[in-house]
């Protein structure tokens, strides 16, 4: 059974760092893109940040670029999302999801399996 976990949420304040981990189990996590997506309160789920399965290209969101860092560790099942100089605004559930295949595409609909989510809240 597939099983996508996220970790490493909290409340921070503005400026703050968080690095979030999803740990990946069932799968054949290599085999896979990877995207973490967010939902703020009130609004859709928008893709943050996507990487390839073999780890050679990523792809960023405009409002977090020079901000996120998006990586993954094959050899774990893991993927991370550094985030840096947090901004209230980035306050938003956020989910990692597992793409269909190698490639990241950054339709929603192209990922098809996510986890719960880990509540990341950025307030002074």
């Known amino acids: 059974q597939e099983r996508l976990v996220e970790s490493g949420g909290g409340l921070v304040q503005p400026g703050g760092s968080l690095r979030l981990s999803c740990a990946a189990s069932g799968l054949n996590f290599n085999l896979y893109a990877m995207g973490w997506f967010r939902r703020a309160p009130g609004k859709a789920s928008a893709l943050v940040a996507a990487i390839n399965s073999d780890d050679d290209r990523t792809y960023y969101t405009d409002s977090v670029k020079g901000r996120f860092t998006i990586a993954r560790d094959n050899a774990l099942n893991t993927v991370y999302l550094e985030m840096n100089n947090l901004k209230p605004e980035d306050t938003a559930l956020y989910s990692c999801?597992?793409?269909?295949?190698?490639?990241?595409?950054?339709?929603?609909?192209?990922?098809?399996?996510w986890g719960q989510g880990t509540q990341v809240t950025v307030t002074s």
């Open positions: 999801a597992k793409s269909q295949g190698p490639l990241f595409s950054l339709a929603p609909h192209s990922y098809g399996y």
